[in-house]
T-cell receptor, first 115, second 111 residues
Framework: DADVTQTPRNRITKTGKRIMLECSQT?????MYWYRQDPGLGLRLIYY???????NKGEISDGYSVSRQAQAKFSLSLESAIPNQTALYFC??????????????FGPGTRLTVL | QKEVEQDPGPLSVPEGAIVSLNCTYS??????FMWYRQYSRKGPELLMY????GNKEDGRFTAQVDKSSKYISLFIRDSQPSDSATYLC???????????FGTGTSLTVIP
């Protein structure tokens, strides 16, 4: 089974709709991240969380919100979707804890299209 | 200026060729350097990890870091069609919470 899972894998929605993307992990990592990936722009950080009570904005948090329901679950919401939020969204985890060797492990991605 | 610059390619090589992928960066505080491989419609997967300057080899892959030039490279020897993917470099500082990614280089290895 995959260590980091995302649901749904694909979603088409309309402008103005509320959308939730979910991420679950079995790696036991404390840190979780949400990124979006756009052609030519690479991976951009939306939000990150170091534990259940710690939520931080990333580079492009406007128009998004998150919820860390448990150590293993981190959800991303688009309160009112707009077309320029069409992108590939990735959840990632890392061990954290100040370890210098901290690296990220990614889920399979959610392809979101906003019409 | 972006923190991490990476030529997007695309790069197309014949099978068996040596491939060189590169990233430059502007922040001298970066200490940890990673290469990720991303197949089409998949999430990035960690390929190589290096700390500070020097080389690291893993099978057909060699990661090289030149901190004096703020330049990192990934070499793929005896490239295979299965190496066809997008390769992303990433880096982070000793302290701090953020990973900085390049935009990725698309590689195709032609049989």
């Amino acid at each position: 089974d995959a260590d980091v899972t995302q649901t749904p894998r694909n979603r088409i929605t309309k402008t103005g709709k509320r959308i939730m993307l979910e991420c679950s992990q079995t790696k036991g990592h404390d840190r979780m991240y949400w990124y979006r990936q756009d052609p030519g722009l690479g991976l951009r950080l939306i939000y990150y969380s170091f534990d259940v009570k710690d939520i931080n904005k990333g580079e492009i948090s406007d128009g998004y919100s998150v919820s860390r329901q448990a150590q293993a679950k981190f959800s991303l919401s688009l309160e009112s979707a707009i077309p320029n939020q069409t992108a590939l969204y990735f959840c990632a985890t890392s061990v954290g804890g100040g370890m210098g060797t901290d690296t990220q492990y990614f889920g399979p991605g959610t392809r979101l299209t906003v019409l | 200026q972006k923190e991490v610059e990476q030529d997007p390619g695309p790069l197309s090589v014949p099978e068996g060729a040596i491939v060189s992928l590169n990233c430059t960066y502007s922040n001298s505080a970066f200490q940890y350097f990673m290469w990720y491989r991303q197949y089409s419609r998949k999430g990035p997967e960690l390929l190589m990890y290096t700390y500070s300057s020097g080389n690291k080899e893993d099978g057909r892959f060699t990661a090289q870091v030149d901190k004096s030039s703020k330049y990192i490279s990934l070499f793929i020897r005896d490239s295979q069609p299965s190496d066809s993917a997008t390769y992303l470099c990433a880096m982070r500082m000793r302290t701090g919470n953020q990973f900085y990614f390049g935009t990725g280089t698309s590689l195709t290895v032609i049989p």
